[in-house]
């Protein structure tokens, strides 16, 4: 059995990989700074190494033994100061390093559905320079593509429970979010799959109106959507660019981006963001 080593189990789509692994029996070091997270999660790994990813001497080692390494660290709701550039691409990178040093077999990196086509977002350069060090690195290598994750779509529904979703031009605009438990099937496959690129998406592809209405009725509300002019989201990405500084319009750029055109994948998994929200709305009582 392959000896996997997951960096970033304490967040999202990490912490659904963990899960999995440990459900298939794989042996599992996980490299957190935060242990207290995974015992919150209920996430019982075979081993733990707390450590900072982004301090190479804070890793020494963690590779020995390790067959496979799986990284989903990466900053996305994190305001600790850092750039894209110094945790998707550097911490990475010190990551890579050991994975190289100690002859791990495989890396599976978790990038973003077209971000080599967005490498003018601050997100996009860090992650794809880190892929393209990835891929020339020697090592065996897996890219996963995912499209949003339910986690994010969580904004739509917190708009809902506020009475009024909205959304820019028309809402006609298509995406396939997934959720994180499918995400970390497709992960794990990886580990055995040829492939080198996985794109992927979750099982059902929606306008933004569409998902809107359904964290309406998950709520039991008549859907309100306003639709804004998409001028406004130009001026305003125009203006966050200007008078604030990357850690702060990163993220900001990101989401209006990828809010403004078709973010589609390949369908995959059986989660649906009906019993995503639905699920939200239970526990939210
Ligand atoms: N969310 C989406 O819609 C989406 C879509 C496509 C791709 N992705 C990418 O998929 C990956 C996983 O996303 P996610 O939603 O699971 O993110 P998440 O919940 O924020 O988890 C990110 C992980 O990275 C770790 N991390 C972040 N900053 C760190 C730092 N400075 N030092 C050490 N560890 C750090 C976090 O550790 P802590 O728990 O200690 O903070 C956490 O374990 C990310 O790279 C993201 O860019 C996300």
Not at 6 to 19: E, F, N, V
Not at 61 to 75: E, F, L, Q, R
Request: with cysteine; charged share 25%.
């Amino acid at each position: 059995m392959n000896r996997v080593l997951i960096a970033g189990a304490t967040g999202y789509l990490g912490g659904y990989i963990a899960k999995e692994l440990v459900k298939l029996s794989y042996p599992v070091r996980a490299l957190v700074r935060n242990p207290e997270k995974l015992k919150q999660n209920k996430i019982e790994v075979t081993e733990i190494v707390q450590s900072e990813i982004t301090r190479p001497d804070s890793i020494k080692d963690c590779c020995k033994n390790i067959d496979v390494v799986i990284s989903t660290v990466g900053i996305t709701r994190q305001k600790e100061g850092l750039t894209y550039m110094d945790v998707d691409y550097q911490a990475n990178m010190n990551l890579l390093q050991e994975a190289k040093k100690h002859g791990v077999k495989k890396f599976i990196y978790i990038s973003v559905l077209n971000g080599e086509n967005l490498r003018d977002l601050k997100i996009c350069e860090a992650k794809e320079l880190f892929v393209k060090q990835l891929i020339e690195s020697g090592l065996d290598y897996c890219i996963i593509r995912p499209n949003g994750f339910f986690s994010d779509m969580t904004e739509f529904y917190k708009m809902a429970t506020k009475g009024r979703v909205y959304l820019f031009g028309d809402g006609e605009l298509k995406t396939n979010p997934i959720h994180g438990e499918d995400l970390a099937a497709v992960c794990i496959e990886a580990i055995q799959k040829p492939d080198q690129e996985i794109k992927v998406g979750g099982p059902e592809t929606l306008s933004h109106n569409e998902i809107a209405t359904v964290a309406f009725d998950a709520l039991g509300i008549k859907p309100k959507i306003t639709h804004i002019p998409n001028w406004v989201r130009v001026v305003t990405l125009k203006i966050v660019r200007l008078f604030t500084g990357s850690k702060v319009y990163g993220p900001i750029e990101f989401f209006m981006t990828v809010m403004a055109m078709d973010m589609v994948a390949p369908e995959y998994g059986r989660h649906t963001l009906r019993e995503y929200f639905t699920n939200l709305n239970q526990v939210n009582r």
